[in-house]
């Protein structure tokens, strides 16, 4: 009997791992565990045997039809998970999926990515510099002595005696010239701050490009010739420009640079304020006081500089009118860019 047992259990097992429909296991399970199956009919000769035997074999037979069960369970799983597949049909594949988020560029680094692609494409060289500077890179060295009246529109945020964070990127190029001879062709982005309340047009920290040229003869209409490349390839080629006078300490002469307003085509505006015209640009020819302070001689050498704030020019490029937008990360802006 115990014997019968075991061959039940084992030809069962095997059936079972072998069967690969839902029908067949149903089959099986009729064959071994129903009513009129093996096993019930094992059980119900039990009591033709002799009383010392039927505990031992009742007992047995149990086991097996455990066994047999806990096989049936394992099966029907992976059976069910292969059987619904088919519901798998039902779903629309042709509705768009779920899309990860994936990041992208801020709207102020792809501006200055533009900007400084025209400039690599002219023969500029990418240079950056540190965010704290000494008092001497700041000022002293960019022709702003201590208590020149021009310090006034640059004051900025000290941190100790001396050190402090710059005030325009003006600061990158002294330290270019101080570690390499002429010829030198760099712009340097980076943020610069100063300490002005925060409003729809100021912040205290901002964005700025700037970039320095120096060489033997370098003039004027290399100036006029770079920005007017520059600001053509950026604002369009329809682009008109307008040199006005200025003055910055660093620079002599100095010009401010407006281009036509791109958006009324010089007519006049809200964006422009009326006038036809956008200020986009602070240049000069680097004033000799400048070379002389990073050891440059100012009768073999000359150069210019310019600078530009690259939130105005994304405000500009844009239609944006609130600098404050770029800084509070709000994704319903931007995702706009
Ligand atoms: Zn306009």
Redesign the pocket.
């Known amino acids: 009997m115990k014997k019968l047992l075991k061959d039940i259990e084992r030809e069962a097992i095997g059936q079972i791992r072998e069967a690969n429909q839902d029908k067949e296991l149903e089959t099986l399970k009729r064959t071994y565990l129903g009513r009129k199956g093996k096993i019930s009919k094992l059980l119900k000769s039990i009591g033709r045997l002799p009383p010392g035997e039927r505990a031992a074999v009742g007992l047995m037979a149990n086991e097996v039809k455990q066994n047999i069960t806990r096989q049936f369970q394992l099966k029907s799983l992976p059976l069910r998970k292969k059987t619904s597949s088919k519901l798998n049909q039902k779903i629309d594949i042709s509705l768009p999926g779920i899309l990860p988020d994936i990041g992208r560029l801020h709207p102020l680094t792809q501006i200055t990515d533009e900007i400084a692609a025209i400039f690599l494409r002219l023969g500029f060289r990418l240079v950056e510099g540190p965010e704290v500077e000494t008092e001497y890179y700041n000022f002293q060295a960019l022709n702003m002595p201590i208590n020149h009246p021009s310090r006034e529109t640059f004051h900025t945020f000290y941190t100790t005696d001396n050190f402090l964070l710059r005030s325009q990127t003006s600061t990158v190029q002294i330290r270019i010239m101080q570690k390499q001879r002429p010829p030198v062709a760099v712009i340097a982005p980076g943020k610069v701050f100063r300490p002005d309340a925060t409003d729809a047009s100021h912040s205290f920290m901002f964005h700025q490009i700037e970039g320095l040229l120096v060489d033997k003869d370098v003039t004027f209409s290399d100036l006029k010739g770079s920005l007017t490349t520059f600001c053509r390839q950026m604002f369009g080629g329809e682009t008109r420009m307008r040199f006005r006078p200025h003055y910055f300490p660093f620079t002599e002469p100095s010009v401010e640079i407006d281009i036509s307003?791109?958006?009324?085509?010089?007519?006049?505006?809200?964006?422009?304020s009326?006038?036809?015209w956008?200020e986009i640009l602070g240049a000069g020819m680097v004033n000799p006081a400048v070379f002389e302070a990073v050891g440059y001689n100012p009768e073999e050498v000359t150069g210019f500089a310019f600078g530009m704030g690259i939130e105005r020019i994304a405000m500009l490029k844009y239609g944006i009118d609130d600098i404050r937008m770029f800084f509070e990360n709000d994704m319903r802006f931007l995702e706009q860019f």
Not at 261 to 272: A, E, L, Q, Y
């Open positions: 307003c791109m958006i009324c085509g010089g007519k006049g505006c809200r964006v422009c009326q006038k036809g956008l």
